[in-house]
């Protein structure tokens, strides 16, 4: 088994693992999802007055991943692409990457 296989398999390990960690989390949590007579700016004011926090903290780590993933397929400066995807939107910053190898 070569470096790449073991890393696809230990990969996919962690990401069994952490699926199945995150059904367990849900399955014991003894709450309930109630959404019955709420519209959707109530949902959202809920998130903002009670989650903004968490809500910051998944929107960066986004940001983290797409500008690693940046990083290591393209050659990018990781803390730049970090920046501007900070600033505008992960997605943002795969619409304006151009191919650098074409010069070939």
Same mark, same amino acid.
């Given at each position: 088994?070569?470096l790449e ?6 990969s996919?390990i ?5 699926f199945?960690?995150?059904? $367990? ?5 003894g709450? /309930? =999802?109630?959404?019955?007579?709420? +519209?959707? !700016? ?16 998944f929107y960066?780590?986004i940001c983290f991943?797409?500008?690693g993933?940046?990083?290591?397929? $393209?050659k ?5 692409t /970090? =920046?501007?995807s900070?600033?505008? +939107?992960? !997605?943002?910053?795969?619409f ?7 010069d070939d």
């Open positions: 088994m070569n296989q073991k890393d696809k398999y230990v996919s962690i990401l069994l693992l952490t199945a960690m995150i059904f $367990y989390l849900i399955s014991n949590s709450g /309930s =999802l109630v959404l019955k007579q709420r +519209t959707i !700016i109530d949902i959202w004011d809920d998130l903002i007055n009670n989650y903004i926090d968490l809500i910051l903290i960066i780590f991943q797409i500008a993933f940046l990083e290591l397929k $393209y990018k400066n990781f803390i730049l /970090s =920046l501007l900070i600033v505008f +939107t992960p !997605i943002c910053l795969f304006t990457m151009k191919d650098d190898n074409n």
